[in-house]
């Protein structure tokens, strides 16, 4: 357990998005913006805050200014029905189709999500709906052009992968003996694209609760399995590395209130931070997702207040939803910081990108999209980032910040040099 001056500490370090108005963007056109970043971010300290506009002006040029390439900070869709925590259907701009064609008659009086019709009908072989009776309940995750599916056929659940860029359905994979619901499910497909790591109930005869299963995406085999504590786990690939190293919420026995760092496959525990919440000894049912930032240096892990708030969203005549976004170092689990903040949403019910961060290309920036009690205009806040690493992470702030995303692998630099400025795990 942490002591009493490392909880201290911890106070100390609390900061509400609403205690660092400095000033008044309100009226700032998106080309005056950029330069009010750069004049800023040299100067200010980490968690200042560089720039605050409506979702409006965000919206329209302030957030592309600030070299936010995802904009989009708002969904109407109902979490595991239109979107999935790992993917939006408003974010990756997917529409309602026409289901009339006849080999989908057989599920002509089901009522379809947008998402599933989307991928049903332009991605999975006709053969496949119509003759072997697949169906998508979802995407289960996401990551470039690649699509993990969560399929079904005869009462049984399946993983099916899609290629995106070119648009073929590669194969099927991690075959369960029942059909699964969708909040059922978690998976992530690793860094360098080799490896999807799922979160299911287990199956096994006797068994009770759930398990990770590390599935190899090339000959969709089944790699290595471990038996969970705790039903609500939540994970993330570490992105400095190809597929070897987890961030993993109550991995621990006996520490549900935890975040540890695991090598993969061997599934050891590197490192632990046996208090992530402040408030409560269970991070279920508040905690929403982790992530880590786009160097790997920093997990933010995402708690809000708990239970349906519909309502409270659709009259606003009530409270809305109180969400803490703890920091914590992505190589000891450390606790760092902790960002609050109010926010007109259901926890429940509606997509997770209604309330979770997003980070500038450059990654040394968060923004969030926010509400004041006082007045019901969304705000988007943009915050500095500590910058942490070694001088070669450094350098690449510097350059993103500096050159256009669209431009970095026009730049004159060895492909090594060139992949690390993109991100890429181990240089790959």
């Not at 408003?90 to 057989?106: A, D, Q, Y």
């Amino acid at each position: 357990m942490a002591t009493a001056a490392g909880r201290r500490r911890k106070r100390a370090c609390r900061m509400g998005a609403e205690e660092s108005r400095n000033g008044n963007y309100g009226l700032m056109g998106a080309s005056a913006v950029l330069a009010n970043m750069n004049k800023q971010v040299q100067s200010a300290r980490p968690w200042s805050l560089l720039h605050q506009c409506s979702l409006d002006q965000w919206n329209n040029g302030h957030g592309a200014a600030a070299a936010f390439t995802e904009t989009t900070m708002t969904c109407s869709g109902c979490v595991f029905k239109e979107c999935s925590p790992a993917f939006c259907i408003n974010r990756n701009g997917l529409l309602n189709v026409n289901k009339s064609e006849p080999f989908f008659s057989f599920r002509r009086k089901s009522k379809f999500t947008k998402m599933a019709e989307h991928f049903e009908y332009n991605h999975i072989p006709a053969q496949l709906s119509s003759i072997q009776n697949f169906h998508v309940n979802s995407v289960l995750c996401a990551q470039g052009q690649t699509v993990i599916l969560h399929l079904v056929r005869n009462l049984m659940t399946q993983f099916g992968i899609i290629d995106l860029k070119a648009n073929k359905f590669l194969g099927i994979f991690g075959n369960q003996r029942v059909e699964f619901v969708n909040e059922a499910l978690r998976g992530e497909i690793s860094p360098d694209g080799s490896q999807c790591l799922i979160k299911l109930p287990t199956t096994r005869i006797g068994g009770n609760g759930f398990v990770f299963q590390l599935y190899k995406l090339s000959t969709r085999e089944l790699l290595t399995e471990v038996n969970l504590h705790y039903n609500h786990a939540l994970f993330v690939f570490d992105p400095r590395f190809c597929s070897s190293r987890i961030a993993v919420t109550s991995f621990v026995e006996n520490e549900d209130n935890s975040l540890s760092l695991v090598r993969m496959p061997s599934w050891e525990v590197v490192s632990t931070n046996s208090r992530v919440d402040d408030f409560n000894s269970s991070l279920n049912p508040n905690l929403k997702d982790i992530r880590y930032s786009r160097d790997g240096h920093l997990i933010f892990a995402v708690m809000i207040t708990s239970g349906c708030h519909c309502k409270e969203k659709k009259a606003r005549r009530f409270q809305p939803i109180d969400v803490s976004i703890y920091v914590f170092d992505g190589d000891l689990a450390h606790t760092l910081h902790c960002v609050q903040y109010h926010r007109y949403a259901c926890g429940q019910h509606s997509c997770l990108v209604n309330y979770m961060p997003v980070f500038s290309e450059c990654g040394s920036r968060m923004a969030i999209v926010l509400n004041d009690l006082e007045t019901p205009i969304d705000h988007v806040q943009i915050y500095k980032l500590p910058i942490r690493g070694n001088l070669q992470n450094r350098c690449r702030i510097r350059i993103l910040q500096s050159f256009p995303p669209e431009t970095i692998k026009k730049l004159p630099l060895p492909r090594r040099l060139i992949n690390y400025l993109r991100f890429q795990p181990d240089y790959l």
